[in-house]
């Protein structure tokens, strides 16, 4: 009955993101437009019922949980929600816990998530100027991140720094980010922009995009760069910088070919899930969960239905010069 969840293309699906918000106390240029309109309320699933969708999918093999959003540290009552999944850190069927955030709330949180079992989290930081910071967030301030981080690190939680790429935005800060990282002690990972709606029409992505293979080019100047082998299942590539012992990633959805060994799905927030991020496929499992309160089968059903489905790669391509396989759903809402 509990069969892992295994794809028709012998992938087995053992890593879960979750949205729990579509909003957000930032407006970052790249993620959403200045007046989003949000999800009526009732449309979001309950903490109750995000906890049942997160234990069955647990049940079923998922072993890695990643919190997402739009912001997950907005969400009214979410310290709730990480307090419940840590029985599935006790008994052992969940390995990790963990959440991307922009760091915002993290002075708040930070001790809570730890006693939760949280130990690592990605902050989301494109930049260490106040007054870009201030531009590519629109809302955001600098130093309420930078006051998170190191409530975060002062936790005992393990910081790993998100970066977008974002040609004439921070190129010449990636030495910058590169050091400050690396006297802290946290490992970077540098995103390419990815076509997923927001301002798309008249903001081009084509305009601010930044390929890796030059970031990666530039590092290869100053540092010993050493490649290192890929074990997440996921798309990013990874190499130690050898004089700082560091570990930088590079997320290339875009340029590289990751989907033979995928092993994730995301999960929205009211409930439909995603079987790759770049196609528009999806199955709502909201109704499976609300018709049945007293069993889960008819969600694991639902579960097993749609991991059926998930397609053997995706259809980005900016190599072609037009936004091919651009989607217009907002990163927030499937969480990023
Ligand atoms: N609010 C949290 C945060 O910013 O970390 C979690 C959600 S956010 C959608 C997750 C990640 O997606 C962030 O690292 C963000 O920089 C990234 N992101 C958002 N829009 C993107 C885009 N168009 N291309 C590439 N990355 C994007
Ligand atoms: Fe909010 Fe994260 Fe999107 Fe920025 S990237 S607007 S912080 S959800």
């Known amino acids: 009955m509990t069969a892992p969840l295994i794809d028709p293309f012998a992938r087995a699906i053992t890593y879960l993101r979750v949205s729990v918000t579509d909003r957000c106390d930032f407006?970052?240029?790249?993620?959403?437009?200045?007046?989003?309109?949000?999800?009526?309320?009732?449309?979001?699933l309950t903490l109750e019922e995000l906890d049942r969708?997160?234990?069955t999918f647990i049940g079923l093999g998922v072993q890695k949980l990643r919190i997402t959003g739009g912001e997950p540290l907005v969400r009214r009552g979410i310290m709730g929600f990480f307090r419940s999944m840590?029985?599935?850190?006790?008994?052992?069927?969940?390995?990790?816990l963990t959440l991307t955030t922009n760091g915002s709330q993290l002075h708040k949180f930070a001790d809570d998530l730890y006693a939760a079992g949280v130990r690592r989290v990605n902050v989301s930081l494109d930049t260490l100027d106040e007054a870009k910071f201030a531009d590519i967030t629109r809302w955001g301030r600098l130093k309420q991140v930078l006051n998170g981080i190191d409530a975060a690190q002062k936790a005992g939680l393990r910081v790993k720094i998100n970066a977008v790429a974002v040609k004439g935005f921070n190129e010449d800060e990636l030495p910058g980010i590169t050091e400050w990282c690396a006297a802290r002690d946290m490992d970077l990972t540098w995103i390419e922009v990815m076509p997923m709606g927001g301002d798309i029409e008249t903001d081009s992505r084509l305009g601010q995009y930044w390929s890796l293979k030059d970031v990666m080019a530039t590092y290869g100047e100053s540092y010993t760069v050493t490649e290192?082998?890929?074990?997440?299942?996921?798309?990013a590539r990874y190499v130690r910088l050898e004089e700082t012992g560091q570990k930088i990633g590079f997320i290339t959805p875009l340029s590289h070919n990751f989907c033979e060994s995928c092993n994730r799905v995301r999960l929205t927030c009211t409930g439909e899930l995603f079987m790759c991020l770049g196609q528009e496929d999806n199955a709502s499992l909201r109704d499976a969960l609300r018709e049945h309160q007293d069993t889960e089968?008819?969600?694991?059903?639902?579960?097993?239905?749609?991991?059926?489905?998930k397609p053997k790669g995706h259809d980005f391509d900016y190599s072609r010069q037009k936004q091919d396989g651009q989607m217009s759903r907002h990163m927030s809402h499937t969480g990023g």
């Open 27 to 44: 407006r970052c240029v790249y993620c959403m437009s200045e007046n989003m309109t949000f999800l009526p309320k009732k449309e979001l």
């Open 86 to 96: 840590t029985r599935h850190l006790d008994s052992g069927a969940l390995k990790e």
């Open 228 to 235: 290192l082998p890929d074990n997440t299942g996921g798309p």
């Open 53 to 55: 969708m997160c234990s």
């Open 297 to 309: 089968e008819p969600l694991r059903q639902a579960i097993r239905a749609a991991i059926e489905h």
